[in-house]
């Protein structure tokens, strides 16, 4: 078989890319090497699955240089370099889609042929266009510092010359170093957002002293950069994820809410899931709003938020996060909106990804049969999940099956289960947090006690454990906990 890494840019072309392609490789502006165009239209034949017996590498040289003896090192080279304008067709079809940076590239190339009236003709529509941009992403900055910059490098071989370009002159270090701020904080504060957030699932080793001075000084001395949005989005994002205060949640919140149009669909979407981690913190910690209104509310709230602005995922036109489906899913069941629950599932059930519905599908039914008391029904979805690829589904799938073992009596299995689980958790630790593996293992000792008491009927031992898990922040599925020990006392 001929490069699989060929083959595989070549199948992710649309079929209008690889005509387009084909145009590319047969201008002599870009190849003028024949056998690489013959190459190309021998490829057509088997777009875009690249699956025969005829692309191996001795057909294809056949069919190539018929009667030639076979020359592994010059088809090589032919390969290699169809590979590499397919490269550069795809760097090519980046920079068409950027008139932006297209219009960059343009001024530095006027600026280095000293072509002064086409620059300053440029120059002006390029600046609106920049001006123009609703997202003020690191790239808006970036891209206004290297605008501010072409202009510096423009006054320094005209010597100012023109008078029309003269008034353009004021503070323009002062832009360039203002532009090249903002972007620097923006992609900074993002990143230590980005670690910080991460850090919550799993375990990460990295030091950010520097960043943290950064910080310091916005907050203590700096009343101009923390104002810019995106800058005030990210700073007040590792704040709440850092610090935990309902004040930066405020903030965040009302960033979502009324500066949407102004954010991207991946910081909306990165906003969102932090919003929703602050109120998993302090839900496990059973600390309400300050108004008073409990943080599984508030989440509920915010995913209809998140449903409203299309926050399916980190990018538009791709599938729905499944993790954020079953997000959604336990939190309007645990706030009772069970026919919510049937109607949501239904609208967006095929909207996720086809190697995952399985799993997300079903669990999510079980989680909605269980809370409807319906346990059967809960473990027959649980049982049809056939392949869980990802760490994230394999937890709450174990938790669920353990709950729903405990409602049927099947207390052998549930010891078993529990054996398996804490294997499973060994096993795993560095895919986890300190504070997710901890929650996990609160659950497990409550749950353990639970089933040794219930066969027990030990009162006193039920209203100590009830008191324990009263008492012990950070537990997964602590209401049910309290329930079912709760459920033992009245017995």
């Known amino acids: 078989m001929i490069s699989a890494t060929l083959l595989g840019i070549l199948s992710k072309f649309t079929p209008k890319e690889f005509k387009e392609f084909g145009e590319f490789v047969k201008s002599p502006f870009f ?3 024949v056998h690489v165009k013959d190459l190309y239209e021998y490829l057509k034949k088997f777009y875009p ?3 025969d017996k005829k692309l191996d590498k001795e057909v294809v040289f056949e069919n190539l240089f018929k009667g ?3 020359n592994d090192g010059f088809l090589r080279t032919v390969i290699y370099n169809l590979g590499k304008l397919a490269e550069d067709y795809l ?3 980046n920079f068409r889609k950027d008139d932006l940076n297209r219009g960059i590239n343009l001024l530095k190339e006027l600026n280095k042929r000293k072509l002064e ?10 600046e609106e266009d920049i001006n123009s941009v609703t997202y003020h992403d690191p790239d808006y900055y970036f891209r206004k510092y290297e605008l501010q910059n072409q202009k510096e490098i423009y006054m320094d071989w005209s010597k100012f010359k023109q008078k029309d370009f003269k008034n353009y002159t004021t503070n323009t270090v002062t832009y360039i170093e203002d532009e090249l701020t903002s972007f620097y904080l923006i992609k900074s504060l993002n990143h230590y957002r980005f670690m910080l957030d991460k850090s919550m699932y799993e375990q990460i080793e990295q030091k950010f002293d520097f960043i943290e001075h950064i910080m310091d000084y916005l907050l203590t001395k700096d009343t101009y950069f923390k104002e810019k ?3 005030k989005l990210h700073l007040n994002e590792v704040l709440l994820i850092k ?4 004040e930066n949640y405020r903030i965040l919140k009302e960033i979502l809410i009324t500066s949407s149009d102004k954010l991207s669909q991946s910081d909306r979407y990165s906003l969102h899931n932090i919003l929703q981690s602050y109120c998993v913190y302090q839900g496990y910690n059973n600390s309400p709003l300050s108004e008073g209104k409990p943080f599984t509310q508030e989440r509920f709230e915010l995913y209809k938020v998140c449903l409203e602005q299309n926050l399916f995922a980190a990018e538009e036109h791709i599938y729905f996060d499944d993790l954020m489906f079953g997000n959604i899913v336990g939190t309007a069941i645990s706030v009772k909106q069970f026919e919510w629950t049937e109607k949501f599932i239904e609208k967006y059930k095929d909207s996720i990804s086809p190697e995952n519905s399985d799993v997300v599908i079903n669990y999510c039914y079980a989680r909605l049969a269980f809370n409807k008391d319906d346990f059967e029904k809960a473990l027959w979805h649980l049982n049809t999940i056939k392949t869980i690829r990802h760490i994230q589904y394999k937890l709450p799938v174990r938790d669920l099956t353990l709950m729903t073992f405990y409602e049927l009596d099947m207390l052998n299995q549930s010891v078993y289960q529990i054996d398996s689980y804490r294997h499973f958790l060994n096993n795993n630790k560095g895919s986890l947090s300190e504070e997710r593996f901890t929650r996990i293992l609160n659950f497990l000792k409550f749950y353990t006690r639970l089933l040794k008491i219930k066969e027990k009927r030990s009162v006193k031992e ?9 008492n012990t922040g950070n537990t997964l599925e602590k209401f049910w906990l309290i329930k079912k020990t709760g459920e033992l006392i009245d017995e």
């Open 31 to 33: 190849n003028k090497n």
């Open 243 to 246: 610090n935990k205060k309902e």
């Open 117 to 126: 009236k086409v620059f300053l003709k440029y120059y002006t529509e390029i």
């Open 68 to 70: 030639k003896k076979y």
């Open 91 to 93: 760097a090519y079809v």
């Open 49 to 51: 699955e690249f699956k």
């Open 462 to 470: 039920i209203t100590r454990l009830k008191e324990d898990i009263e």
């Open 229 to 231: 949005l995106k800058i």
